[in-house]
């Protein structure tokens, strides 16, 4: 049995410590896969993650809005905008690489350059290097036990909604406000642009 409570005592730790995994990974992905949907999708993943710490932390408002805003709403976002996107470009060379410019730097047996080979190489090493302390950190002291908060504490979406109606209502329509005009303003400064092109042409 004490083995099973020490188990139950540690599981916020070990879920953040997963959902950390999670997102790390995820964010790496997002930079190194050559397909820009699978990019995409790698970030709705770390998006995912970062919900869930939220929730973790007893935080449900702000995991939810994750979920909704980001996930639902910026990832889907980025999805049409890369399936109304002009790619030929991109697909027509092999392995999605452009062709090398004139007077391009030399590039080593990977097909890469020298110096970024060695950036790549010089981050790996800084990366093992501070992970090698947090292990040696997390084996001295050994895992943290810290209760749930979602599990202990009421909900804060009462009263965070509450207080956005109420004692900060004003900061939150002028938000608003500020948000409808850049919106307006992107509109109008788009069409400008469109229009002048038609003109040109």
């Not at 979920?67 to 030929?88: E, H, P």
């Amino acid at each position: 049995m004490n083995f099973l409570d020490d188990l139950v005592r540690a599981m916020p730790t070990l879920g953040f410590v997963t959902l950390g995994v999670v997102i790390l990974v995820a964010a790496w992905m997002v930079g190194r896969v050559r397909r820009i949907t699978h990019a995409a999708f790698f970030m709705v993943l770390a998006f995912t993650g970062v919900a869930g710490v939220f929730i973790l932390l007893g935080a449900d408002f702000l995991g939810v809005t994750q979920v909704l805003v980001y996930v639902g709403a910026i990832a889907v976002m980025f999805l049409f905008a890369i399936m109304v996107s002009d790619l030929k470009e991109l697909s027509d060379h092999p392995a999605g690489r452009l062709p090398e410019a004139v007077g391009a730097p030399p590039v080593s047996g990977t097909g890469q350059p020298p110096a970024r080979v060695a950036w790549v190489v010089l981050a790996g090493m800084v990366a093992l290097g501070f992970a090698g302390l947090v292990l040696a950190a997390l084996w001295r002291a050994g895992l943290p036990v810290v209760a749930v908060p979602a599990a202990s504490g009421p909900p804060t979406t009462a009263p965070l909604g509450e207080a956005l109606f109420t004692t900060f209502l004003v900061p939150f329509e002028v938000a608003s406000v500020v948000l409808l005009a850049a919106l307006v303003g992107a509109v109008v400064i788009a069409a400008r642009e469109e229009s002048g092109k038609g003109a040109g042409s």
